[in-house]
C-alpha cells in the first residue's frame, strides 16, 4: 500500500486543523490545506469520547475586580494567594453596604461561578437583580446555607487549601450580577473580608472550566469555524460535515423549560451525562398519573431525538406529533424499540457508559403539536393506574427536534433555537494536483442512511467540467463525470447501509471504472477532453452546483494525478 500512497498528489486524513483550516498530509507546501466553513457553533464527540461544545465566559474582566466592576462599599487587595496561585483578591467590606457587581446581558439558562475562600467572616452571597435569586455559601465548611427559588441550581466543591469553587444556575434575563461579603445573612460589618477569584458565567447548567477574560467575552470550545474530528465511530476521528439544521426546542438540558406531566418529578443535574458533566436530569414518577416532559411546537415533520440511560425502570417513550398518544418505547434491558409508533422510523445508537442516543422520525405530521418523552409502559402506552410503579426514573439529556429524516449532531439550547449552520471545506487553486486527462479521486467514510442524497467530493463547481461522487438516498453510490454542460458519465453501485465505504473513481478517456470496499463495481468506456480545467476539490455538503444537505462524516480522501491499474484499486479500497 505504501507504493500506492507514494503516487498520490493530494492526501487528506483528518487530524491536523486550526479555526478555518483543515491540513492535507500531502502536500506538505500546505498547498493542498483545505478551507473550513460554519459560522456558528457546534459539537462533536471527542477522542475521550465526550460531546464536546462551544464554552465561553461572558464576563469581562473575570479576574480584575478594580477595573469594569461596579465597587460599592470595598476595599480591594489584589496580589494575594489564590487556589492556583497569587492571583487571588481581598475584599473587605468598607462600609455596611457592601458588593461588587457587574452589568451584562444574558438571557436563558446560565451558570455563575467563582472560587472563594473565608478571611475574617466566612459567608459568600451570590446574587442577580431577579427577586428571588440569590445564594449563600458558607466557607468555613463547605455548604449552602441559603438557595432561594429563581437559583434552580447551586454547588460548592473544594478546591483545596481552603478555597472552594461555588456556583448558581438560573433560567433568567441578568442585567446585573453580584457578590457580597457577608459575617450573617443579610449583614456585614465594616472590616469584614474574604478571598475571591476566577469570576465566570456561561450558559450552561453546571460550570465548566474557567476562561479569564479581560476586554472581550472568551469562547472556546467548538466555536465559529472551528473543524470537528470527530471520534463516534471509532479511535481514529472522521471529519464531520453537516447540513443546516436548527434544534426547535429551547430548553435541550433544563427540564423546567418542558411541560410535565402532574404525576412526574423532574431534578436537574442529576447524573453525569455524554458531556461527561452532571448536567443530566432525573424523571420519576411519583404517583399514579401521566408521566411526561413535552413542550408544544408547531406541528411539522421531523426527527426527535434524545439521550438517556436506565435507572430503576426499563421503558422509555418518545412521542413526536402522534395524536393518538402511543409512544415509540425503547427497552433499555433489550436494546430495542418495542414500539414503533404508526409511520415512525426509530433507530439507537449506543453512546457508552449506560447511555443511548434515541430517535423518532416522522415522516407524516398527524396534527398534535407535542413532541417529549414519558415514563411508559411496555406497549408504550402512559397510564393513570399503578401498573408503573411509583419511584420509576431514568436519566435524560440533550433533546432535540429538527427538520429532517435523521438526527444529526447535538445543538444545544439554552432558552431560544440553536441553528447550526451548514459546513463546507474545499480548496482551490489545485490544477496542478488534480489529473487533468486521467486520475483517481478516493474517499473513505461513513453517510447515515436518509431520504436525501448526499455528496462525497467533487472537482470543480459547475457542469461544465467536474468529477461528482455521491451516496443517493436509496443507498447507492453514483459516480459522474459532467462535461459541457452533460453528464457523459454515470455509474451507480448497489444499495449499502451506513456502514465505513472506500471509493475509489477512477479515469481516463475511454478507460472509467468503480471500486468499493475491494470490489470492481462497474466499467465505462467513454471518450473525453475536459473542456476546462479542473482546479477546485470539494468534500462533504458544502459542494456548490449540487448541493445535497446530508451529514457525511470523511476518513480520507486521496488524489492521484495518473490512472492506478485495477489491482492497485482492488488494493486501495479493500477494508
Known sequence: MSNIYDKSSLVLIPSGTKTGK?????????????TFTRSSAATRVNADGNIEKETGNLLLQSNQFDTTWINVGSTLTSGQS???????????????????EQTLSSQGVAT??????????????????????????????????????????????DAGNGWYRCTMSVNETISNLRFLVQRSAFSVTIGDFLYVQDAQLEQSLVARDYQETTTAAVYGGITDNVPRLDYTDSSCPALLLEPLRTNRFAHSE?????????????????????????????????????????????????????FAKKGNYRYIGLRNNQINGTHSTFDFDTETFVVVASGQTCTFEDYGNGWYRLTAYQPNNEGSIYQGIAIVTEDGAELLNSSIPNGSHFFVYGLQNEAGSYATSYIPTYGSSVSRVAETNSVTGISDLIGQSEGVIYWEGSVPTADQNANLCQFNNDTNSSIVLEKRSNGKIR?????????????????????????????????????????????????????????????????????????????????????????????????
Open 254 to 306: 433544563y427540564s423546567g423549560g418542558f411541560n410535565s406531566g402532574p404525576a412526574v418529578n423532574v431534578t436537574n443535574n442529576q447524573a453525569i451525562s455524554p458531556e461527561g458533566l452532571q448536567n443530566a436530569f432525573k424523571i420519576e414518577k411519583t404517583s399514579n398519573n401521566y408521566a411526561y416532559l413535552r413542550t408544544g411546537l408547531a406541528a411539522t415533520t421531523g426527527c426527535l431525538s434524545v
Open 82 to 100: 489564590g487556589y492556583n496561585g497569587n492571583n487571588a483578591w481581598k475584599v473587605e467590606a468598607s462600609s455596611g453596604v457592601q458588593r461588587i
Open 22 to 34: 483543515v491540513f492535507s498530509q500531502k502536500p506538505v507546501s500546505g498547498d493542498g490545506d483545505f
Open 112 to 157: 455563575y461561578s467563582m472560587y472563594a475562600k473565608a478571611g475574617n467572616v466566612s459567608l459568600l452571597r451570590v446574587q442577580t437583580q431577579t427577586a428571588g435569586t440569590d445564594v449563600f455559601f458558607d466557607l468555613s465548611n463547605g455548604t449552602i446555607t441559603i438557595q432561594e427559588a429563581a437559583a434552580f441550581d447551586a454547588t460548592i466543591t
Open 479 to 575: 459516480a459522474r463525470i459532467w462535461n459541457s454542460g452533460s453528464a457523459i458519465v454515470n455509474i451507480e453501485s448497489s444499495s449499502y447501509g451506513d456502514e465505513n465505504l472506500k471509493i475509489a473513481f477512477a479515469y481516463a478517456s475511454g478507460d472509467i471504472v468503480l471500486y468499493i470496499n475491494g470490489t470492481q463495481i462497474a466499467t465505462n468506456s467513454t471518450t473525453f477532453t475536459f473542456a476546462q480545467s479542473l482546479s477546485e476539490f470539494q468534500l462533504g455538503v458544502g459542494v456548490l452546483f449540487f448541493a445535497y444537505p446530508r451529514t457525511s462524516k470523511a476518513k480520507q480522501s486521496l488524489l492521484f494525478k495518473t490512472r492506478l491499474t485495477n489491482a492497485e484499486l482492488a488494493a486501495l479500497t479493500t477494508i
